[in-house]
């Protein structure tokens, strides 16, 4: 399973972040056995402008609200809850 995966598991669970508000500093803490340099990175890497006329990528799923906090794609969210069989 990818991390991109188990970062919206763990939002979904109730695991991680504030609604749909995560800080890089949650991710990092909540993921303290893998890699540093890859969690550090996830979020901002994964961004996108949601209201761009190109549609993300699959990868872009975080919207930068503020310094190290950031806000996952209500797109992205719903879309592992299918794929998981979980009614949203």
């Known amino acids: 399973m990818s991390l991109r995966e188990r970062v919206l598991d763990a939002l979904i669970d109730g695991e991680l972040g504030r609604g749909l508000i995560v800080t890089r ?4 803490h909540y993921f303290a056995k893998e890699n540093p340099a890859t ?3 996830l979020l901002s890497h ?21 310094e190290g906090v950031y806000r996952i794609s209500p797109a992205a969210l719903a879309a592992r809850m ?6 949203f």
């Open 39 to 41: 969690t550090g990175v």
């Open 82 to 87: 299918q794929e998981r069989n979980l009614a």
């Open 46 to 66: 994964s961004e996108s402008d949601f209201g761009a006329l190109q549609r993300p990528t699959h990868s872009q799923f975080t919207r930068r609200v503020a």
């Open 25 to 28: 500093q949650d991710l990092m």
